[in-house]
């Protein structure tokens, strides 16, 4: 069995905190490995990626969701009842239910209602120019 690399730095919080979703992304390349041990807050934590990552992140023998977030963390960016929350056949039934959302179908339909109302709403939002240049960006089409 191979060792799991180990980031050399006495704690990495503040690293995470500059660099966000990145994080595990650059330490990865760093220490190229989709597996590494580091310290967050103090304490010792294993990050991983890819594949057989999410194989194992999802596998709900391995795992356990209800009551795994702070409550505080449920009602703000989970919600109480959210996907995250759930274990077993209700998790399973709920991810069934997302990812059917994901299907091309499912997301030409979306961008076409997408790109109904801000062709409606633009008019309103073109007095702001953020809102604008971000209407401007999400409604280009390829020529």
Do not use: H
Not at 69 to 92: C, D, E, I, M, W
């Amino acid at each position: 069995m191979r060792t799991i690399p180990k980031d050399k730095n006495i704690d990495s919080s503040l690293t995470l905190l500059r660099d966000g979703y990145e994080f595990i992304q650059k330490k990865r390349q760093k220490l190229w490995s989709d597996i590494f041990r580091t310290r967050l807050m103090l304490k010792e934590t294993i990050c991983m990626s890819g594949k057989e990552a999410a194989e194992v992140f999802y596998d709900t023998e391995k795992f356990q969701r209800k009551d795994a977030a702070p409550k505080r963390v449920q009602k703000t960016l989970f919600l109480q009842k959210g996907v995250q929350t759930l274990n077993n056949s209700a998790y399973r039934q709920r991810n069934e239910m997302s990812m059917s959302l994901m299907k091309p179908d499912s997301l030409r339909g979306f961008l076409k209602i997408q790109k109904s109302y801000g062709e409606t709403y633009i008019g309103k939002w073109e007095k702001d120019e953020e809102q604008k240049c971000l209407c401007r960006s999400g409604f280009r089409q390829k020529k």
